[in-house]
Structure formats: C-alpha cells, structure tokens
C-alpha cells in the first residue's frame, strides 16, 4: 500500500534555531519525492522536487535529502523565520498522477 | 507566476443542494486536480482531469462529479451535499512539460454543508 508518514506531527521552535523534519515513504512504482509548505488557510506551495538519483536538494534555506535504500526524506530548515511557521507537506509521486500526501509537520517559530 | 484561483474563499450551503466549485489556471496546464483536506488526514484526491472532456476517478469520488469543458477551468460538482463533505478543497494544476510538473494550487475553498 502506498504511503507517506511525517513526524513529528508538531514542532516548536525559536527564531534563529534549524530544525529537521522527516519522511518515511512506501511509493511504488515511485517517481520522485516532494515538499510542500502550507500557510494557514492558504494552499500548498512546491518547495523541492527530487527523483531517484538526487539525494539532496536546495531551496534558500530549505534542504531536503533524499534516500532511496531506506526510503527516507528530511527537510532541514536553517535559521529559522517567523514567517517559517506552516505545514510541511511530504509527497511521494508514483507515475505522472499520483500523488500520495503525508499528513504533515506543522511547525510554529516563536520570537 | 501561475495562477491557479477557486471561486470562492468560503461557501455555505444546505444539505441537499447541488454545489459548483470552480477552478480556473492560467498557465495553459494539462493536468488539473481536486482534492479535499480534513484535520489529521493528508490531501485526498476526489477527481483529476488530463485533457478536456477527459476526466479519472480518484481515492473518494463518490458523491461528487467533475466538469472540464475548456482547458482552463475544473468544476468540481456536489450532486447532494451533506454534511460529510464539509471540508477544506483545494484545486492544483501542473504542466506534463519535463515529467516532474510542478502542481500549483489554489488558495482553497472551505466549505460548509449545514
């Protein structure tokens, strides 16, 4: 069965501070692997896109990295904004239509 | 920037009413999506269209139906509502351009059947 599971399901940090965010994903046949960051009330919005031979990924300061021998993801943000508080959405794609969603980390930055 | 805009912000309706939700993408996309959102579970897909007139099942289609008469524009249709599809739903379209086609999505529509 295809699936996409997150943790932790919640995260607080202070301003200033990196954290990690992981993904364990069961996607076959698989794709690529995605993150997405949802504002609150707002829809997702694409932060990286890796396939099978990336293994990292670089969007400002998010990084995501990728393994595909466990079938793990992570998305490092460093030195964390107030605007960085959101749900993070990990993804895996299998095929050209299917999207399996995990249910996210929803993150909140503290001053 | 790709523009991907729902109709509506906020909706109420009645259980029994047939609800329009309307979705309109301004990049010339291929694929077009609906999904729902609820607390504790992750995007579900309901319907996706890659073609005009063309449509496929998602995970939950039942109760509802999709309408795609121009490329642009993704109705999403509930036949009867009820107070089960009381959600969040958000419409996203992406480009086949490359294989790994980015998806865009809409601000959402939160819906509310009474």
């Known amino acids: 069965k295809n699936q996409v599971e997150q943790s932790p399901q919640s995260l607080i940090i202070l301003e200033g501070k990196n954290c990690t965010l992981q993904?364990?994903?069961?996607?076959?046949?698989?794709?690529?692997l995605r993150w997405y960051k949802q504002d609150t009330g707002r829809g997702p919005v694409s932060l990286t896109i890796?396939?099978?031979?990336?293994n990292t990924k670089s969007n400002g300061r998010y990084t995501a990295t990728l393994d595909a021998d466990t079938k793990q993801s992570s998305l490092h943000i460093t030195a964390s904004q107030l605007s960085d508080s959101a749900s993070y959405i990990c993804?895996?794609?299998?095929?050209?239509?299917?999207?399996?969603f995990g249910t996210g980390t929803r993150l909140k930055v503290l001053a | 920037d790709v523009k991907v805009t729902q109709s509506s912000r906020y909706l109420v309706k009645r259980t029994g009413e047939k609800v329009f939700l309307e979705c309109v993408q301004d990049?010339?996309?291929?694929?077009m999506f609906w999904y729902r959102q609820d607390p504790g579970l992750g995007l579900r897909l309901i319907y996706f269209?890659?073609?005009?007139?063309?449509?496929e099942k998602g995970d939950i289609p039942e109760g509802y139906s999709v309408s795609r008469e121009k490329k642009e524009r993704f109705s999403l249709i509930l036949e009867s509502a009820s107070t089960n599809q009381t959600s969040m739903y958000l419409c996203?379209?992406?480009?086949?351009?490359?294989?790994?086609?980015?998806?865009?999505f809409g601000a959402g529509t939160r819906l509310s059947v009474l």
């Open positions: 993904c364990n994903y069961t996607v076959s046949p698989f794709s690529n």
């Open positions: 993804v895996g794609t299998s095929g050209t239509y299917k999207y399996i």
């Open positions: 269209s890659y073609d005009v007139k063309m449509k």
């Open positions: 990049m010339d996309h291929e694929n």
């Open positions: 890796m396939t099978f031979s990336e």
């Open positions: 996203a379209s992406s480009s086949l351009a490359g294989g790994v086609g980015i998806q865009y």
